[in-house]
């Protein structure tokens, strides 16, 4: 199947789209004078440019050009209730009033009260702060390491697990698959200590323990990929993991800094019935608040305080616990658990919603789209909703070989071309849909619906180009 060339359609929703959103181009001629790329975290710097966001309120937010957007982002997908839901901002409002929150760098009972909810949430033994997720998988895998005086690093081609040396492979699909450097700057030594493997592939996992297994420190995996297409691990695959990693004294970390909280009110291994050894939280857990936690077996976690004679430099940062995080994290941990019942079952429901609306809309005009993010025998159905484009249909996506491949799916389609399209119909989009928030409604859905069958038809040329 010959690849879509879309160098006619961009341009012509790129002129569009600054005809659209003026004040946000000048903005963002501005941005590039100040900051790399006019910005500081490289998703967010779309083509042609992004929209400058003022404000934001539950399931939509308002750009500098005075438009009303439907946004599925939500935070880079941590705002489960949508954007600044009351019952954070007027506990933090409060607590600020009352002089509380920007007084760090010491300890309070905050910290233990937010600590009790995350452990008690997630069954694991005990936590510690810091203050991104990128720090919390690095710290996650420092333990790991010291603990088992090993040095491999075992992890999911196409996982994301943050801006750290030891995630920083393996992430993008290119020649070599998933083999590949995904930064300069890294030392040789900490990219030759990472093993990629397979997602939802036991037998393949077997093989690498069988060959690697003595050396392997860690295995970290997402029970659900987010950045790697959105698909859920199988049962079998995450009880694979557990057995592996114990027959072979490795520690198995699960990176829940996205399904964390996203599917109950606590982790995701519990709902599997498999324990990992370590997880990783963040995104969901701090309310919009930068916060990230390594929770877990207190042996593991206990080398790096005084009892285990700080052997891991897990010795925190200036802004670690930061009261207001706390605050805001203590009030959404306890919301959720409050509201599970109603939270839950609705976000499983829009997002299935979602998920069908998304393909039926996309094959009404003529393009096959599958949604990922469908319950699985391990997890219940998601509410976050990738859309991929593979060229050939009857074949699920559930790797990332397959979901990332521009060869299988049409890549730029879903993570480049709708996105701008989206947005000429006021919907903001990231990698084909994204995040249902308890704040969205099946009335956003049918708006969606709606600019899908428009941008669609916007996006014909390219597909009627393709076939001839
Ligand atoms: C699964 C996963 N792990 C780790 C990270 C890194 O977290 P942060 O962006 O807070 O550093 C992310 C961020 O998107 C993530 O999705």
Redesign the pocket.
Known sequence: MPKRDYTAVMEKLSEAYAKHSPRSAALNREAGKFMVDGGSHAVRLMEPFPPRIATARGGWMTDEDGHQILDFWQG?WANILGHNPAVITSALSQAFAEGFGLQTGFTDRLQIETAEILCRQTSHEQVRFTT???LA?MYAIMLARAFTGRELVLKVGGG???AQLWGLKGVHFGAAGFEGLDSAGIPQSATDEVLITRYNDPDFLRDQFRHHGDGIACFIL?PCM??GGGMPATKAYLQAARELTHQHGSILIF?E??CGFRYRAGDVGSLVGVRPDLATF?KVIGGGMPI?AVAGRADILGIAGHAGGSRVGFSGGTFSAHPACMLAAKVMMSHLVEHEAEIYPKLADLGDKARRMVEKSFAEEGIYAQSSGYGNDALPPSSLVRVHFPYSAGHPITRPEDALNPAVCDVELSDKVLRVAMLLENVNVMFGLGSISAAHTEADLALVAEAIHRTARRLKPAFAASRS
């Open positions: 880079h991104s997720g990128s998988t994301w697990h943050g997402e987010g950045a990176d800094i996205i963040a990230a």
